[in-house]
């Protein structure tokens, strides 16, 4: 036998003895003395909103005790199936998701179906193929129409507090309608401040191509340009990266921080702006709650397992708190953040 058929042979007896042990720990995975594998998939694990959402999803499963918490970036489709493939073969019972894309909701169920798997979803709702929320999935996010109505009122607020006028004024929403949280969000935040007497003829919508810093840049640079008239900008967008793009296109064309307000949403995503040595027109972000939605989540997905307990189909998380410049340290402390 030449060399290269003893190593091929070597690697097959190799290849066969991973397999065999990894059927063997797969049985002992399912035995009852294991602990309970859970996955819990984020679209977006570099935002600190779901590495939050990882640690007390992490501190549910050390609380509740016997459980491990597998942590995925999901950030498309695929490594989204793929995952649910590997959370199969690794013995996993459920698991919490933050989709990439509503849209692959049916796809999701489908694979988790034929697994057995439960799926509980956190921010994001799945969508039907005919575009309808699937609300027999469960789902814990933050109440968005009421977190935008807030971040309405806040600008306001803020605007008033600077003695703007309102004819040297305008409001850029840097848009994202596709996801149902981001446009309920922003409808919110507009609502208000025409609520409050902003004229609608001068709130400027922009859409974002991506939810991330760059993609909001981009759309608040096309709009700043076509408004060279406009002194004062209020930036209204369905969380910090979104707002911070707003902020930084704003930098871009010579804004001072003073003629600039974004107040964010999320929170833990705006802890480098908020610690920077000089104020930026990131006033501040509302900060509802990530850790109880991996708390929860988890807790819940468990009860549901364990004891056969069904979640709710619907929990909305309200109550943000203003994190600004001067309190930010103290209320993330509060929340042992
Ligand atoms: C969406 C956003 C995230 C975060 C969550 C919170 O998924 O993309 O940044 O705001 O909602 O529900």
């Known amino acids: 036998m030449n060399i290269y058929k003893r190593n091929f042979l070597k690697s097959i007896v190799a290849i066969s003895v991973l397999a065999i042990t990894g059927i063997h720990s797969n049985l002992a995975y399912s035995s009852s003395d294991s602990p309970m594998k859970l996955g819990f998939l ?3 694990p570099e935002e600190p909103w779901f590495q939050t959402e ?33 959370l199969a073969a690794s013995g996993a019972k459920g698991f919490v998701i933050c989709t990439p894309d509503p849209k692959l909701g049916p796809a999701i169920i ?35 129409t009421e977190i935008g109505q807030r971040q309405g009122t806040e600008l306001y607020k803020e605007m008033q507090k600077r003695g703007w006028e309102i004819k040297d004024t305008a409001v850029l929403a840097i848009t994202a309608d596709e996801l ?11 609502e208000s401040l025409i609520q409050n007497g902003f004229p609608t003829e001068k709130i400027y919508k922009s859409p974002t191509k991506s939810n991330d810093i760059p993609g909001a840049l981009d759309a608040a640079n096309s709009m700043l340009v076509q408004h060279p008239e406009v ?23 010579g804004f001072k921080a003073e003629n600039v307000v974004g107040i964010g949403i999320n ?39 364990k004891e056969g307990v069904e979640p709710p189909k619907y929990t909305a998380i309200g109550e943000a708190v203003l994190l600004t ?13």
């Open 180 to 190: 149902d949280t981001a446009r309920r969000r922003t409808e919110g935040s507009i």
């Open 110 to 144: 489908a694979k988790a179906r034929s697994y057995d798997l439960k799926v509980f979803t956190v921010d994001d709702q799945f969508l039907n193929a005919a575009g309808e929320p699937m609300t027999n999935v469960p789902l814990i996010m933050m109440a968005a």
């Open 231 to 253: 002194k004062n900008w209020l930036i209204v967008g369905m969380n910090d990266n979104t707002v911070l793009g707003g902020v930084r296109a704003t930098e871009g064309q």
């Open 325 to 337: 410049r001067d309190n930010f340290r103290e209320e993330l402390a509060k929340k042992g953040l």
């Open 42 to 44: 984020v679209k977006q």
């Open 54 to 86: 990882w640690r007390f999803a992490d501190k549910a499963a050390q609380d509740l005790g016997g459980v491990e918490i597998i942590k995925i970036a999901a950030p498309d489709g695929e490594k989204t199936l793929n995952a649910i493939d590997n």
């Open 267 to 305: 929170g833990v995503d705006a802890i480098n702006e908020l610690s920077k040595s000089k104020p930026t027109g990131f006033y501040g972000s509302l900060m509802p709650s990530p850790d109880l939605h991996g708390y929860q989540s988890v807790e819940m997905l468990y009860r549901w397992i």
